[in-house]
């Protein structure tokens, strides 16, 4: 079948569902593996499933092209580098591979990786997101990580004398007790191993997590105080080098924001494999059921309808401090009466400062981001 | 002919909520036999759903039955079932106008209340023949001596050997029947004189019209007749006339004096049949209506506007439909800025203000929104001028007004003595003028108090209750208008004025109300994108403030993995929101937000 030209390359995202132990406030899905006997079977045929699926979207894909994989989770390392290759090698048999793709890989900040990082490259893994949170070792102690600071130096060390040039560090704000001075002190730690990119999200107590069980809500800073330690570490990072992109992400450089990540925000088509991971494709939302059974099972993905419509991309493109362009609005359809409207309801918002309308283009700045679904909602009905 | 009237016995049941009115009823229409068992549904006179849930009789219903005495002679019974409430005591005065006695039922254990007696004062006025009844002997906490005395010394009528009845189990009920025969006076009557019938209910119905409910004074009546309506002049062929069975209406040859029917003309709006009015013979009329006759008068004023702006025209159907049926509920077009198109809604009083709300809702499944209960000020303009204000958006200029005048009320509550300090305290509170207590016995005490409307049609009776553990009865009646201070109170959101919570009150009252009424808005306005300033206004002077803090953290800070779906939920929430929000001037405010203030205490 012939491939268009003008159809964007694709990015891919694998979703590793196994983690050693799950952390009390996440809830993404993953499977605990400590104590199970048949983790490696599951593994086994989870990286089948995912070669299988491979294939399946490929015979439906309207390009073969891809520029950013990424292997998220869950905890990707534990597949262990072997089935890391097995997956990435299948990707690059199927798929043209740009040359200068940007291939993700998350991992937790512990000295036992150091080893496999040189085999990560191999498999063509050029950039790395460690899931760091904090630099203070209470702050990792309450949220049940299993590295501390200094161990998560030497990690991040190895993995640059490893040849990795692209590396993101997660933090968290708005926990427990966290104060200026913590939040700052994580700023300086990141930016003094001179990595490329830091992604701050705001805690949030999910329901069914042990988090929401324990009422840790209670002893987090109330809003009024999470809104001020957002703001505050999007200073600091500033400050820091790091320029704000997207509502919790800040890169060195334009050239190191997360590609992949950007797609989602940017309304592009990518293919989301594992189970709970999500796809746009060919014009489509879908994802696969929460369930590990299922998914090697071969149970399809989920519809959940149309993607691409002009009020998705606004949704979107709003969380990039760039903002949008009211040309790609009508361009998806978008009539001038919507976006008269729009401009109607954003005006007063721009007085209060929290976005900025110049040149056809709407943006928020971080006082809007951090009220951005009111926003939205404001914008659009 | 005079031999039909003298087996006649017409009457009606005065009791007190609960003290077993319907279920007396039910067991007269069993012993009668006009009902087969198999059709009996409890409680059968109380024809709608409302009335049954809440055990009080709302529209007087009527019925003929008849009953094998032991003399062995049959008698033709027409019970009257009256509405118990004060709201409705104008149509309690044209039923008791109808009998020539009432069945005066009493708790065997709670005594009389403030409502059985101001009915029974009210049967007692009409000349009605009482008889006496207590109820409810088998319960473990009947007292019947007591109960007895109680009427003895309260209404000044024998009571000692009066049936002792359980309704519920039948106990005693052919003697109470035996004594309508016996104490009950037969109708008088000429049926050769010119026409005179009382309406005294009436109702719509979808293929007869108009079917009133009369009790035939004078002459005879029969298809074919021609009639007129004596206060409101309309007149009408009369299409059929007959009795009310207690399931369906049984037509007859005709109605003659001492008869209490039905007649029906093709008649299309129950305001053509207003309950008082005399039908007379257009051939033969009589030279003067029967006594007592009054256009029902609201008392209670308020804004019924539908939630979902687009349900308007449902809303006017469903008050016209209920119109035909109540010929005292009032209502014309108003527009608020903050709830759009509604009306303005006159009642009787509270209880009928609940009940009309409560069917539109119920019958007609609307969402309703009201706006604070109102009553009707009299305002003198410094011009001379007089306007009866029942809205506050059309109250003037406070610089125009010379005076301005409130209705009071006389109030009688029934109280276990132990509760007076309590009672005196809240009347004391509500700006209430204190008149006499009497003691109706060792431990219980009837309160006057004269009281202004407005300062009851909020919650009054809500706070009685909670004061008095559910034992003190309450009933008033309006005794006129007083000079009084009044202002009238703005909401002002954002700097702009809510028109539909804006309220007249009282000078005194106006700084707690105001205060009251600016910290249950910030309870419950949720932060918005905006700081929303909160104010109370009289005039343009600020007595009350609050601030509603701009929302900081609204966000999905992670979303990730492309997990839009998430996302878009959200959004769809908020969208979902956004429509149960009111907009008033630049500030949403949720549905339930609204009600709350409105419901005030």
Request: net charge negative.
């Amino acid at each position: 079948m012939e491939k268009l030209k003008d159809i964007p390359p694709l990015g891919i995202y694998i979703h590793v569902p196994f983690c050693v132990s799950k952390c009390p406030y996440c809830d993404f899905y993953s499977i605990g593996c400590a104590g199970r006997s048949d983790t490696r079977e599951y593994m086994d045929r989870y990286t089948d499933s995912v070669k299988r699926e491979l294939k399946t979207f490929l015979e439906k894909s309207r390009t073969n092209r891809v520029d950013t994989v990424y292997f998220g989770g869950g905890t990707p390392v534990l597949l262990t580098d072997k089935k890391i290759h097995a997956i990435t090698d299948e990707i690059y048999r199927l798929f043209s591979v740009e040359n200068n793709a940007e291939i993700t890989m998350e991992a937790n900040p512990h000295t036992a990786l150091s080893q496999q990082l040189s085999s990560y490259r191999s498999a063509g893994i050029n950039r790395l997101s460690f899931g760091l949170q904090s630099a203070n070792d209470d702050e990792l102690k309450l949220l049940g990580r299993l590295h501390s600071a200094h161990e998560a130096a030497q990690c991040v060390k190895a993995a640059q004398k490893a040849g990795f040039e692209n590396i993101s560090l997660d933090l968290m704000t708005a926990l427990p007790y966290q104060t200026e001075e913590k939040l700052l002190n994580s700023v300086k730690f990141c930016s003094e191993l001179n990595v490329q990119h830091i992604s701050a999200y705001i805690l949030k107590v999910e329901e069914g997590t042990p988090f929401y069980v324990n009422d840790v809500q209670a002893i987090c800073p109330d809003e009024d105080r999470q809104a001020q330690l957002y703001l505050y570490i999007v200073q600091a990072l500033k400050e820091h080098g790091y320029e704000q992109y997207e509502i919790s992400n800040f890169a060195s450089n334009k050239k190191y924001r997360a590609r992949h990540n950007v797609k989602y925000w940017n309304c592009d088509e990518y293919i989301g494999i594992g189970p709970s991971a999500h796809s746009f494709f060919n014009g489509r939302r879908m994802y696969y059921p929460r369930d590990l059974k299922l998914f090697i099972d071969g149970t399809s993905p989920t519809d959940d309808g149309e993607g691409g419509g002009w009020e998705e991309y606004l949704m979107l493109r709003l969380r990039l401090s760039d903002g949008l362009d009211f040309d790609a609005l009508r361009q998806l359809g978008a009539e001038q009466s919507d976006i008269d409207r729009i401009i109607k309801k954003a005006q007063p918002m721009q007085k209060a400062g929290f976005l900025k309308l110049e040149n056809d283009n709407i943006s928020l700045t971080p006082e809007g981001f951090l009220i951005s679904n009111s926003i939205i909602a404001e914008l659009l009905f | 002919m005079s031999d039909i009237r003298k087996n006649i016995r017409n009457f009606c049941i005065i009791a007190h909520i609960d003290h077993g009115k319907s279920t007396l009823a039910d067991r007269i229409l069993e012993l009668t036999s006009t009902v087969a068992q198999r059709d009996m549904e409890d409680q059968l006179l109380d024809n709608m759903d409302i009335e049954r849930e809440r055990g009080i009789t709302i529209k007087a219903r009527a019925v003929n039955l008849d009953y094998k005495a032991k003399d062995g002679e049959i008698y033709h019974f027409n019970l009257i079932d009256t509405p118990g409430h004060v709201d409705f005591n104008y149509e309690v005065s044209r039923s008791l106008a109808a009998c020539e006695g009432a069945v005066l039922v009493v708790d065997a254990s709670q005594g009389i209340e403030a409502q059985t007696l101001a009915n029974t004062y009210l049967a007692v006025e009409h000349d009605l023949e009482i008889v006496p009844v207590i109820n409810k002997v088998d319960l473990p906490s009947a007292d019947p001596e007591r109960v007895c005395h109680e009427i003895e010394d309260i209404i000044g009528i024998p009571a000692l050997d009066a049936p002792r009845v359980s309704a519920k189990s039948g106990l005693n009920i052919e003697e109470v029947l035996e004594r309508i025969v016996s104490d009950i006076p037969a109708p008088k009557g000429d049926e050769n004189a010119p026409l005179k019938a009382l309406i005294f209910d009436s109702y719509y119905d979808s293929y007869k019209g108009v079917v009133a409910y009369v009790r035939v004074m004078d002459g005879t009546v029969k298809a074919g007749s021609k009639i007129r309506m004596m206060a409101t002049g309309a007149e009408f062929t009369v299409v059929e006339v007959g009795f009310m069975g207690p399931t369906n209406l049984i037509p007859a040859a005709s109605l003659a004096a001492g008869q209490v029917g039905y007649i029906t003309a093709s008649i299309k709006t129950v305001r053509d049949t207003t309950v008082g009015d005399t039908i007379t013979d257009v051939d033969n009329p009589a030279a003067e209506p029967l006594a007592g006759y009054r256009k029902a008068t609201p008392m209670v004023f308020s804004g019924v506007y539908p939630v979902d702006g687009a349900k308007y025209p449902d809303l006017r159907d469903a008050l016209e439909k209920l119109q035909l049926n109540d010929a005292s509920l009032s209502f014309e077009p108003e527009t608020s800025i903050a709830l759009g198109f509604g009306f303005r809604c006159g009642f009787l009083g509270l209880l009928h203000m609940e009940i009309i709300q409560e069917r539109l809702e119920r019958e007609f499944n609307l969402d309703l929104i009201t706006t604070a209960p109102s009553v009707v000020y009299k305002i003198t303009l410094t011009n001379g001028e007089e306007l009866m204000i029942d809205n506050p958006t059309n109250y003037p200029d406070p610089a125009l007004i010379d005076s301005a005048e409130e209705p009071f009320v006389k109030a009688s509550i029934m109280t276990p003595a132990s509760f007076i300090g309590n009672i005196m305290e809240l009347c004391q509170d509500r700006r209430g003028v204190y008149v006499d207590t009497k003691y109706l016995d060792a431990d219980r005490v009837e309160i006057h108090y004269e009281l202004p409307l407005n300062e009851i049609v909020y919650d009054f009776f809500d706070a009685l209750k909670s004061r008095t553990k559910g034992y003190a009865s309450f009933d008033y009646e309006l005794i006129g208008y007083r000079p009084s201070k009044l202002v009238k109170l703005d909401i002002l959101l954002n700097g702009d004025i809510v028109d539909a919570l804006s309220f007249i009150v009282h000078a005194d009252k106006a700084y707690p109300r105001a205060r009251k009424m600016a910290e249950k808005l910030k309870e419950n306005i949720p932060r918005q994108m905006f700081e929303v300033p909160i104010q109370a206004a009289i005039g343009g002077k600020v007595i009350a403030r609050e601030t509603v803090k701009a929302m900081r953290k609204d966000v999905l800070a992670k979303c990730y993995g492309g997990d839009i779906t998430r996302k878009k939920k959200l959004l769809e929430k908020q969208k979902e929101g956004k429509k149960r929000m009111r907009q008033l001037g630049t500030v949403e405010v949720p549905q339930d937000a609204f009600m709350s203030v409105l419901k005030l205490d």
